[in-house]
């Protein structure tokens, strides 16, 4: 599965799903405990899963602690102006676009210019 793909949608959902997953092949090692080979690759198995659902349970936690943080920024009376539902979402959204965008570089200052041309030469 592309790492992509698993991080959208919903990762707390899928850190869950893998969880599970990982529980599921631990029970199915422990009875399979006589065969070595097939205990080994069911405890491999159990392993990767239940480490991927604890990241994913961790980038859930973190992505969320950011929206929080991000929504904090927006100014009550923002949210407030947005009667419906959608027109709030429209409002974070558009606070998030300004957050991540970038500042320009400023302007770089004649003496800048002149230095640049002198090393150039």
């Known amino acids: 599965m592309a790492l992509q793909r698993l991080l959208s949608g919903n990762p707390s959902r899928n850190a869950k799903l893998y969880l599970a997953i990982g529980g599921l092949s631990l029970v199915k090692a422990i009875a399979v405990r006589n065969d070595r080979e097939r205990f080994r690759r069911e405890l491999v198995d159990a392993g990767m899963f239940i480490g991927a659902g604890l990241l ?6 973190l992505k969320e ?5 991000i929504e904090s920024q927006i100014p009550d009376w923002a949210v407030g102006i947005a009667e419906s539902e959608s027109a709030k979402q429209g409002i974070r959204a558009a606070a998030n676009r300004l957050q991540n965008r970038s500042e320009p570089e400023p302007e770089p200052t004649l ?4 230095l640049g041309f002198v090393s150039s030469q």
Do not use: H, P, T
Not at 65 to 69: D, L
Not at 111 to 114: N, S, V
């Open 56 to 61: 994913l349970r961790q980038y859930s936690q």
């Open 65 to 69: 602690q950011k929206r929080k943080e």
């Open 111 to 114: 003496r800048d210019r002149a």
